[in-house]
């Protein structure tokens, strides 16, 4: 037997017993009785993801007195209705969110939106949650204080607003932030400066990842690059001595680069993994051009994508944006962008998938050919246990990670949140989280103000005006048993 507590919106189950020769819906049945969540609708993050019902404690490294979150709705007891049938559309906004489950709005405490709309959206990570929870109060002897701080701060964030309905003021969490980078504290007359979400959203991911990356803390030293790192490699060629050479990197997020050519956000990433570079040449003695093209050589659990709108205008020496309208897809395949080895390992896993939506359909299953990109074709959601980071790379175990070995990455893409941006600068203007929830609903989180929106809105936020447009998109992988 273990003894746990389980943490459920704002209540505190201090002593929970597992038996742990019983399978986790004996467990699930428990909590059924103390919170009236029926066990279909309970979310429990354990190591590895959600708790199944037919898991085995064994391998799931849930310790004596460990604290357990459960997310999900309790049923009403049925009483005699005072009055009529109220549909949701009829409730007031914040009943609405009460309904779908989501959670709470964050205060600006001056020109904080860039930083409100990064957590939203950052947030919404039940695998991120699922680590930070688990990290440690005590500062490891290898991290330095401030990011140490800083993720302590980032947890308890997330905590208050899983638990509150009403808005948060994320005051601790803007205090590490501006005193670990000081550029967030940037003041003009008095004045906090509006300052570029996509510097805080990179900002927190690397302290994350060097927090996370802890021995003492977890299994796994890479979670935040498993979670969100992509793994690039990349041809560099000069054209002019024939040099020629391979480089391959991690990055946190590809880049849409916007042109006059650009009227998609495929293009656009095409765009963004072509560049060109002026570096020695031990060839000629002197500095040449060198054309480096890169492909994807692993894959994330979440892939990232940051429009580049804005750029360096010299006559107002400010960042100026550029608000052409890039069109971006609910789904995101991102095969054509793969190196061959990773196309190699992916053909498998499409043909699942090609051949689960034939039997949906009534079809007969074809017999497994290349896996060649079908953008035609909407890919079934099958139930996506936690998966590995890039499928070129060793499998790993980590504490909320995305390793599963039992599932396989597709290089299919699903769209759960977007962070956009209203105004001419960086520096200005207002930013704005868009987050996809579980019950698969989308909520507009404007600082303390979040209100439902329809999917059908959400691919609209494309720019060609002054309205709110992407700035940074974020897609969650779709994986298949293997």
Known sequence: MLTVSVKWQKELFPKVEIDTSQSPYVFKCQLH???????????????????????????????????????????????????????????????????????????????TCYMNSTVQCLHSVPELKSALVSYPSQKSSELDHSSHMLTAATRELFNELDKSVQPVAPMQFWMVLRKKYPQFGQLHNGVYMQQDAEECWTQLLYTLSQSLRSPSFSENPDTIKALFGIELVSRVHCQESGEESSETESVYSLKCHISQEVNHLHEGLKHGLKSELEKASPCLGRSAIYLKESRINALPRYLTVQFVRFFWKRESNQKAKILRKVDYPLQLDVYDFCSDDLCKKLEAPRQILRDEEGKKAGLKAKEKTSGSKDNDVKMTDVERPSNESGESSKPTSQEGGPTDKKSHLTGIYDLVAVLTHKGRSADSGHYVAWVKQESGKWIEFDDDNPVPQREEDITKLSGGGDWHMAYICMYKARTVPK
């Open 33 to 111: 009785d103390l919170t009236g969540v029926p066990p279909e609708r309970q979310k429990i993050m354990v190591k590895g993801g959600l708790l199944k019902d037919d898991a085995n404690w064994a391998t799931l490294g849930v310790k004596e007195g460990q604290k357990l979150m459960m997310m999900g709705t309790a049923d009403e007891i049925v009483k005699t209705p005072e009055k009529g049938p109220v549909f949701m559309e009829d409730l007031p906004e914040e009943e609405q969110m009460v309904a779908m489950g989501h959670t709470a709005g964050l205060f600006n405490l001056g020109n």
